[in-house]
């Protein structure tokens, strides 16, 4: 199998470009190296499995670089490595290679890490969403404000994706057709026993070119049915700020959903013909959050209009069938649609909302709640229909993605459904995949934690627990922290790279790389830097111990506030670089164009993981667990999966402040930042200086307004409604009691170390074995 792998990669350079490996281009090499190893899989892998299969639908999948990934699940790492060593070339040469960034942030990370643990652990496990043209998009500053550029991913090539022209179906809108052609990925298990299939459908026009329109000097109206159809898949998350990007948005959920469900019952019919009998024991169907929710309806559509079922056998396959995840407490974040708006892109869909509409209120009343008490249930409620009340409604199971979420969401967010289907609600906290935060993110621990206990922790990342009878061991955490200097080394060298920013590898790294918005406070961070350079300047904080805070963030592009969040961050890393007296002591570091890979190179180097949103806000986080499992302290609330951290690890090996959700509970009616604001003098120092001059905002008006938010509040919200200054004090106090604590170095690593032995619990194969065992069946 190494033999043919190499050689492979070497025919493939000679067919294609003419070359060798010696000569070749990087992205030539990536190509031939891709190909090579999809040539390894053979033809049988696709969606062609036996048994019982589970779609993963979702707007989102942030699979960042395969190659590495794949190359390292199906045994041929160490041949690549010993070709790139052969031929003299740095094994990390795809470094530059783009991420497929087709998600945003979390929600699409998770689904990613999903796929590799079903493929892992045996289960079919296949992914349905869009082939975006562009991904999220690329961010760099200017002055120290974002500016975004299209992210063309597809460049350098897409070797991994097959085009599957001959299964491509049909979507229809109102005023519109167009083809869903599907690319497939494949998604290869650890060990390469089972092959699953990540199935991307691209928008294509069923006209692609008008001819006559062409040779009458009409050129515009050539190609407007191509232009108009690749706009469904051009972007993730186009701007839905006006009529016309919402509707973009809906088309965007309703063409995934449409073709992957037009896909399904094409290969249940090659089973089992007309008869649906068994449909829900052949398939799962995942919902991940609420953007594939329009599936349901869909579904029925779909059985009645083609298939000839009734509604009551409809709506009984659907809640077999489908299954939702909940990803937030927000209620603005979970999805509602205008009526008018709906049915002017797919009125098709919406008689079959009215449906499931009225078989709940039948429902209600059979339960005995009257009409005032329905109206909290109801999907479609004046003009708007209600796609979390729909999921919940037509599904047989809801589940939150932590402990502390998923309790939120039975006693307070979705209280009167929990009331009804208690039945229905179940916790999955979410996992990420050890292969590749661990194995190939930080080769180095990955060795090390091999030489202790063996490399079952690759598929089994409970086994992790027995490095605990090392914890007292001063040799081994004395190695342990060496590989840490490794990993931060390495980072430096990669800012420098990217940044052409010099840090130094003696301070502490303390990272807060996530989405930007309010909730998750990079703003609180930002706040409780600027006390300690004051305090470092009037000589009230003694003794520090130089440090770096890195952030990583994007901000939605129509996102005024977070845009507002990162110019201040930059404007206090610029104050803080030109002042002489910070020089080896302090430093803010805002990287450029966070994406996947780059959190694979933050991730290992971090000694304090930031995890400060305000409690019952975040729903999980899968960044807390990445940095856990390589060995960083939380610095963080009582929220989201940060509880089990603790849970696992210990509070005395972290760092917990601030108010948990019951306080905020408590206080939320009386709560007055202002007061905060009036009554303490560092408060109002840092909070003044979004107004007193001391920063630029470039002319936006944007620091300002963040000031007005913190002490007035908006039409849409109470002052200060992520309780910043609350945790103000709390927080700082908790800084400054990790950098004493990182003096004793000895201690510090080993609160790491006892952090990474019992990240066992965060691993995504034991998420999808739980969906699997109670909710797949």
Same mark, same amino acid.
Request: glycine share 6%; aromatic share 12%; proline share 2%.
């Given at each position: ?331 603005? =974040? &979970?999805? +509602?649609?205008?009526?008018? %708006?709906? /049915? *002017?892109?797919?009125? @098709?869909?919406?008689?079959? #909302? !009215?449906?499931?509409?009225? =078989? &709940?209120? +039948?429902?209600?009343?059979? %339960?005995? /709640? *009257?009409?005032?008490? @329905?109206?909290?249930?109801? #999907? !479609? ?397």
């Amino acid at each position: 199998m190494d033999q043919s792998f190499k050689t492979n990669v070497g025919v493939i350079l000679d067919l294609d470009y003419g070359k060798n490996i010696k000569n070749a281009s990087t992205t030539e090499l990536y190509n031939a190296v891709s190909k090579a190893a999809m040539k390894m899989l053979g033809k049988d892998w696709g969606l062609t499995a036996t048994g019982k299969k589970v779609c993963y639908l979702s707007a989102e999948f942030l699979i960042g670089r395969l190659v590495y990934s794949n190359l390292y699940n199906m045994g041929l790492f160490q041949q690549f490595y010993e070709l790139m060593s052969e031929n003299n070339i740095d094994i990390r040469v795809f470094e530059d290679i783009e991420d497929a960034a087709l998600g945003n942030g979390g929600l699409g990370r998770l689904a990613a890490c999903f796929l590799d643990s079903g493929a892992t652990i045996g289960i079919t496990l296949n992914g349905y969403g869009i082939r975006y043209q562009y991904g999220l998009f690329k961010q760099y500053f200017e002055n120290g404000i974002q500016m975004e550029i299209e992210d063309d991913w597809q460049k350098f090539g897409d070797p991994w994706s097959v085009r599957k022209e001959e299964e491509k179906v049909l979507v229809e809108y109102k005023n519109q057709t167009v083809y869903a052609v599907p690319y497939d990925t494949p998604v290869i298990g650890y060990g390469g026993k089972t092959i699953n299939t990540l199935r991307l459908w691209q928008a294509e026009p069923t006209n692609q070119f008008d001819f006559k329109l062409f040779n009458e000097q009409q050129y515009d109206k050539a190609v407007k049915n191509r232009n108009e159809a690749e706009a469904i898949s051009c972007l993730l998350y186009p701007n839905d700020s006006s009529n016309a990007g919402k509707k973009l948005r809906l088309k965007q959920e309703y063409f995934f959903a449409a073709a992957s469900l037009q896909d399904i019952l094409r290969n249940y019919k090659k089973k089992y013909n007309k008869d649906f009998s068994h449909f829900s024991s052949e398939y799962a169907i995942q919902l991940n959050d609420t953007h594939p929710v329009v599936a349901i309806p869909e579904l029925l559509r779909l059985f009645m209009e083609q298939e000839g079922l009734s509604f009551s056998k409809s709506i009984k396959i659907a809640k077999e069938t489908f299954a939702y995840t909940n990803h937030t407490v927000m209620s603005e =974040a &979970l999805e +509602k649609w205008n009526i008018p %708006l709906f /049915k *002017s892109v797919i009125p @098709q869909v919406y008689k079959y #909302i !009215v449906m499931i509409h009225k =078989a &709940l209120v +039948k429902e209600l009343t059979s %339960l005995g /709640k *009257s009409l005032e008490e @329905q109206s909290i249930y109801t #999907i !479609v409620d004046r003009d708007t229909i209600h796609m979390a009340r729909l999921a919940i409604y037509a599904s047989h199971s809801t589940n939150g993605v932590a402990m502390l979420h998923t309790e939120i969401l039975k006693n307070d967010a979705l209280k009167e459904w929990y009331q009804i289907y208690p039945e229905r609600f179940n916790n999955k906290t979410n996992g990420i995949t050890q292969r590749r935060w661990l194995a190939l993110a930080n080769m180095e621990l990955s060795d090390f934690i091999t030489d202790k206990i063996g490399n079952s922790w690759v598929t089994e990342l409970d086994q992790l627990k027995n490095l605990e009878e090392y914890a007292d061991n001063k040799a081994v955490i004395k190695q342990f922290s060496e590989i840490k200097n490794m990993k931060k080394t390495q980072l430096a060298e990669y800012i420098l790279k990217k940044e052409g920013i010099t840090i130094s590898p003696d301070f502490i790294f303390d990272i807060q790389v996530k989405r930007l918005h309010e909730y998750k406070r990079q703003l609180l961070n930002a706040f409780s830097i600027l006390d300690i350079y004051y305090g470092l300047k009037d000589g009230r904080i003694k003794d520090f111990h130089p440090t770096v805070f890195i952030f990583g963030a994007k901000a939605a592009p129509g996102y005024f506030r977070a845009k507002g969040i990162i110019k201040y961050i930059n404007e206090i890393s610029k104050m803080i670089d030109e002042d002489s007296d910070m020089k080896g002591l302090l430093q803010v570091v805002f990287v450029t164009n966070y994406n996947v890979s780059y959190a694979e190179k933050l991730t290992p180097a971090a000694d304090v993981s930031e995890q400060i949103s305000t409690a019952g806000t975040e729903a999980s986080g899968t960044g807390n667990m990445k940095f856990m499992l390589n060995g960083a302290v939380t610095l963080g609330t009582y929220d989201g999966a940060n509880v089990e951290i603790v849970e696992q690890a210990g509070e005395e090996n972290n760092y917990i402040f601030g108010a948990r959700v019951e306080d905020i509970e408590e206080i939320r009616n009386t709560y007055s930042p202002m007061d905060l604001y009036e009554q303490n003098g560092r408060i109002k120092k840092v909070v003044d200086t979004l107004v007193d001059g001391t920063f630029d905002d470039g002319g936006t008006g944007s620091f300002k307004e963040l000031y007005n938010s913190l002490l007035y509040g908006a039409s849409w919200h109470q002052p200060d409604h992520y309780y910043l200054l609350l945790d103000f004090l709390p927080y700082v106090e908790a800084k400054l009691k990790v950098n004493r604590d990182y003096t004793n170095t000895y201690e510090f690593r080993r609160k790491c170390f006892i952090n990474t032995a019992n990240a066992g619990k965060f691993s995504s194969d034991r998420t999808i074995r739980n969906y699997a065992d109670e909710v797949w069946n």
